[in-house]
């Protein structure tokens, strides 16, 4: 039996008193390769694709980067409170339509958007400032609506967080003269290069790993854990969740104003169920609980959804060509998330991070 | 002025009333068992002192500040702090992580890190076994384990009272009796109060102290846990015989 000899009280180890690091804070030496490894990743696919030179698997290589930033968004909060939220993509229209208005040439905006007020008609920055300012402003208007949302628990806080996501688009999709309503948005300058899209995911990578082991988020995953115990040792759970509703809303923001550079044309549906759905999948597919898992849940599905891209549009197998009938990559992504899901239900990471060294417990 | 002040609670849960006016008070370093069969009330009676189940009646105060409509997070940083039952450990974070949680409310103060640090070092030499172990998952720490980890995580926010619940849910008896060698160490020490509920009155006569006997969301019985627990009348008032 272990137990006995677990507790042994008296054992004070001499020589392990002595090389006892003067305690704190272990924390962020002990998990910094998480976003190290992350980030190595994204580079290297950055560098990959570079060096092949292909234009539309250069564009398809952005995508990926921006949902990357998108799902790591939604990890900060589902991930560290382990509620659901469905309503994460607003932020992402509001990062984007202000990205949207923060960069169109103002002759054009003055016919395509007149009801802006005239500060913002006058405004054109450059996309990377524009890109902060939205991820700002994503991130404030998503405190403002945490604010009312962090004191529901449950499947109360996951609908209202769709309440949210409809909200956004009702408003978005009516309100003609500052949205332009269903029309599509044009005149977003678009970034072609993959650079930009690189860097940002990689900062939304070290902003998430940050959070979480940061005393907010450390006391919002006690939380998720075990709310109870969690709120009997001092944990403010309503305050925990707003802090990280805030910091998502903020990287969802960013990955929206990105989105809409990489395609230059902005509507509100694109921002609706399906990148709902799509972006949800992902998290759930990688893991939840661990950033790598979401990171990771991105690019494996993504060269799913590729390599089925690929097949549908036909394969010379010597003399003939194998191609698989059109819809089946819809069909056949779906199976895929189900098999994986039922073989692993907390994820591919199952709520593991990857780093470099094993965690050393005797 | 006694630490704690407990007096004349009323707990229901819709129809069912589950403590019915309970008074009691504690002073600073007592100890006080609540002892009593299931359903007796000793765990709302335990929750709602810690702002965990709201109470329809009386009052509770804490150094003569009264505690009605504080979340349990504010109750935590007054220095009470409670051991909910069954061993709530963090389980998907690292044993140093479970006893950082919460330490963020000394966050601004004078010196906090400092203090931090110190208590982490005071809890790992109270309890070596989670220094052994501090970046080990605590969900999988054995049961011993995981009650020294909330009773250590209870520690860390500075409290002038621990209520736990049901130390020895589960643990075999060797193990339970190092528990409550650590928790008298602590009283000792720091000077600490205790407040512990236990099913069976074997432990309060076995460690000493108050204890207190409840039954259908009363006290039946009280005094000094020695005398009480060996007592007569014991039984009778556990299992709810009457003699008249």
């Known amino acids: 039996m272990s137990n006995a000899t677990t507790v042994d009280t008296h054992a004070l180890d001499s020589d392990k008193i002595a090389v006892r690091q003067p305690s704190r804070f272990s924390l962020a030496g002990r998990t910094i390769w998480t976003p190290l490894l992350l980030s190595l990743l994204l580079v290297a696919i950055a560098v990959i694709t570079f060096m092949i030179g292909s234009r539309p698997f250069n564009q398809t290589v952005i995508d990926v980067f921006v949902r990357v930033i998108l799902v790591v968004g939604l990890y900060v909060f589902i991930g560290n409170s382990g509620v659901m939220s469905f309503g ?49 402003f ?76 940061s005393r907010s988020g450390l006391a919002l995953r006690a939380a998720r854990d075990e709310p109870t115990a969690a709120a009997a040792s001092g944990v403010d759970i309503p305050r925990e969740r707003l802090v990280a509703f805030a910091v998502s809303g903020a990287i969802m923001g960013l990955g929206g104003a990105l989105m809409a550079h990489s395609v230059g044309v902005v509507t509100p549906d694109t921002f609706y169920l399906g990148l709902t759905f799509t972006t949800l999948s992902m998290l759930v597919v990688g893991g939840m609980g661990s950033l790598s898992g979401g990171v990771i849940g991105v690019v494996l599905l993504s060269a799913l959804i590729q390599a089925l891209r690929w097949l549908e549009a036909g394969v010379p197998i010597g003399d003939s060509t194998f191609a698989i009938p059109k819809g089946l990559q819809e069909i056949a992504l779906g199976i895929i998330m189900i098999v994986i899901l039922a073989l692993r239900p907390t994820g591919l990471m199952g709520n593991r991070e990857v780093t470099l060294f094993r965690k050393k417990t005797k | 002025m006694s630490l704690l002040d407990v007096s004349d609670i009323v707990i229901r849960y819709g129809r069912l009333t589950a403590v019915r006016g309970v008074s009691f008070s504690l002073n600073e370093g007592d100890i006080l068992f609540i002892t009593g069969p299931n359903g007796a009330g000793k765990s709302s009676l335990l929750r709602a002192i810690a702002g965990v189940t709201p109470i329809v009646g009386g009052s509770i105060s804490l150094d003569g500040k009264s505690l009605a ?38 966050v601004g103060k004078n010196g906090w890190r400092a203090r931090v640090a110190s208590d982490l070092e005071a809890v790992y030499d109270t309890f070596p076994i989670l220094r052994e172990r501090r970046n080990g998952q605590a969900g999988l720490l054995s049961g011993g384990q995981q009650q020294m980890l909330v009773i250590g995580r209870a520690l860390m926010t500075n409290p002038r009272l621990i209520a736990i619940d049901e130390p020895s849910l589960g643990l075999a008896p060797n193990i339970t009796d190092q528990v409550y060698e650590r928790l008298m160490a602590l009283r000792a020490q720091r000077g600490l109060t205790l407040l512990i509920v236990e099913q069976s009155s074997t432990r309060a006569v076995m460690t000493g102290g108050r204890m207190v006997l409840m039954r259908g969301g009363q006290i039946v019985l009280e005094g000094d846990a020695r005398e009480v627990g060996t007592g007569d009348q014991i039984q009778a008032a556990y299992f709810g015989y009457e003699d008249h």
Not at chain 1, 142 to 160: C, D, K, Q, T
Request: charged letters at 10%; proline letters at 5%.
């Open chain 2, 69 to 106: 409509g504080l979340a349990p997070e504010d109750i935590a940083r007054l220095g009470l702090s409670m051991v909910p039952e069954g061993r709530h450990v963090f389980g998907s974070l690292s044993v140093e992580e479970n006893l950082l949680v919460g330490t963020g409310m000394h």
């Open chain 1, 138 to 213: 994503a991130g404030v208007m998503a405190l403002i609506f945490g604010r009312v949302l962090m004191r529901l628990s449950g499947i109360a806080a996951s609908i209202a967080t769709f309440a949210v996501l409809a909200m956004i688009n009702a408003i978005y999709s009516n309100w003609e003269s500052v949205t332009g309503a269903t029309s599509s948005v044009v005149g977003i300058p678009i970034v072609r290069t993959i650079w930009p899209y690189m860097i940002a995911a990689v900062v939304a990578v070290f902003i998430a790993w940050a959070h979480a082991i």
């Open chain 1, 88 to 136: 994460h993509i607003a932020f992402t229209c509001l990062g984007a339509y202000a990205a949207a208005w923060l960069t169109i040439n103002p002759a054009m905006k003055k016919i395509s958007l007149p009801g802006l007020p005239e500060w913002l008609l006058a405004t054109k920055l450059p996309y990377w400032q524009a890109a902060v300012l939205a991820s700002l």
